[in-house]
């Protein structure tokens, strides 16, 4: 039997009101991982399911007011700041080019004359864009945005993202 593989699906900002919802972030490109969905999980918790009695849309962008069964206000706010996981057997297909958050943390980046800038360590939905955190060989921080003027190629089977010149944008933030 193949193992289960959970991903993060939505980050607890706060609670939401008194009746216990929650006000959650969805960690995703695709807004339509949300529909039909009916449960999620904490980590490490992978047996005891939390079911899902509503999500709505929230302000903000990729921002959510979720409703979980027999969780009041007290019980919500345990699980501030905490990431909510799904089953990935439920995530919908993805088109071509299109990616889910978790597929490109860990590529190597990569210029077009070879050069290694470092690794994605986390993608930030910033709207119109997606912001990648890149980790260097000396450990320093630098973002990318996600976008045409940097990005040439995303290859996630070869664990690369392959990027125009971008030593300008590097060092502006060093």
């Known amino acids: 039997m193949e193992k ?12 939401h009101g008194l009746k216990g919802d929650l006000k959650v972030a969805l960690l995703s490109f695709n807004q339509d991982v949300i529909n039909n969905l009916q449960t999620l999980y904490l980590k490490n918790r992978w047996d005891e399911p939390l079911e899902i009695i509503q999500i709505k849309k929230g302000p903000g962008f990729n921002i959510f007011i979720l409703r979980l069964k027999d969780f009041d206000y007290e019980k919500s706010k345990k699980l501030i700041n905490k990431t909510l996981y799904i ?7 993805l088109f071509e080019e299109e ?7 860990g590529l190597v980046v990569r210029d077009e004359k070879g050069r290694v800038w470092g690794e994605v360590v986390e993608v930030m939905p910033m709207g119109e864009y997606e912001l990648l955190l ?8 630098f973002y990318l945005p996600l976008v045409e003027e940097y990005v040439k190629k995303i290859e996630p089977k070869e664990g690369l993202i392959l990027v125009k010149d971008i030593e300008a944008l590097v060092e502006s933030q060093f």
């Open 87 to 93: 089953d990935s057997s439920f995530l919908p297909q």
């Open 134 to 141: 890149i980790r260097d060989e000396q450990k320093r921080e």
């Open 99 to 105: 990616f889910y958050y978790y597929e490109l943390e």
């Open 4 to 15: 289960k593989k959970y991903l993060p699906l939505f980050k607890v900002l706060s609670t």
